[in-house]
């Protein structure tokens, strides 16, 4: 069953098409991956998903509902997150405090406490952090705090914009072991990511966007042995 669908998806930034006629499926329980090279529409595509640009052409629906005109407050209350490429916490406030910030558009601050204690299982490196100011962590802390509050807000689907970047392979590994908890958890996972090689084998179906379109899909473990996926993603690797 499709949780998320964009059909023939345009979005256009000063006239330059960022998106063209884009559609991509997420079926509801799987990990999808959004590969490309930079410039290749992938934060376009999520941006559009989440409401924070317009489509200028094109179908979006989560859930059956279309939301290619919802404010991203509504679309978050819907039920899907987005943790963004850059992290964009607050820096001045609290690990904890940055959590908490996670449950307030869905109304869920009842539930604060429980789902505090369940972000911190799955990153219990940052309960020693808990009351210090976000802009004192490491970098893979910081991806952990972003990934940790948008599941504050329980959703039904997460997005991740280059949850790797700037990261020291072992820290990677980290990060991509816990979406796959996250995933196992009964959330479906929609990840944007240039390190196929890390990717594709957690992930289920995957797109490669060239130029906005898409270019190559399929099932993410026979897209290893394309030979066009391999020559641009996986053979420098």
Do not use: W
Request: proline share 3%; hydrophobic share 45%.
């Amino acid at each position: 069953m499709s949780m998320l669908s964009l059909s023939n998806v345009s979005v256009a930034y000063d006239r330059a098409l960022a998106l063209r006629d884009c559609s991509i499926e997420v079926q509801a329980g799987t990990i999808v991956t959004l590969l490309g090279a930079n410039g290749a529409g992938k934060t376009t595509a999520l941006h559009s998903i989440a409401g924070l640009v317009r489509a200028n052409a094109g179908q979006i629906r989560f859930d059956g509902l279309d939301i290619a005109r919802s404010k991203p407050s509504e679309i978050v209350r819907a039920g899907l997150a987005l943790v963004p490429e850059r992290r964009e916490l607050f820096p001045e406030m609290t690990v904890e405090e940055n959590l908490i910030m996670g449950c307030f558009v869905r109304g869920l601050t009842r539930k604060t406490k429980q789902t505090i204690s369940e972000v911190y299982d799955l990153f219990p490196e940052l309960v020693s952090k808990r009351n210090e100011a976000a802009i004192l962590l490491s970098g893979g802390q910081q991806q952990m705090l972003a990934i940790g509050r948008a599941l504050m807000g329980k959703p039904r689907m997460l997005m991740l914009d280059e949850p790797s970047l700037g990261l020291a392979p072992k820290l990677i590994d980290r990060i991509l072991g816990t979406i796959s908890t996250v995933h196992r958890s009964g959330v479906t996972i929609l990840l944007v990511e240039q390190n196929a090689y890390r990717t594709l084998p957690i992930s289920n179906y995957s797109y490669v966007l060239e130029d906005g379109a898409v270019a190559v899909e399929g099932i993410s473990t026979e897209l290893m042995t394309d030979s066009r996926v391999q020559e641009s993603y996986l053979g420098t690797l």
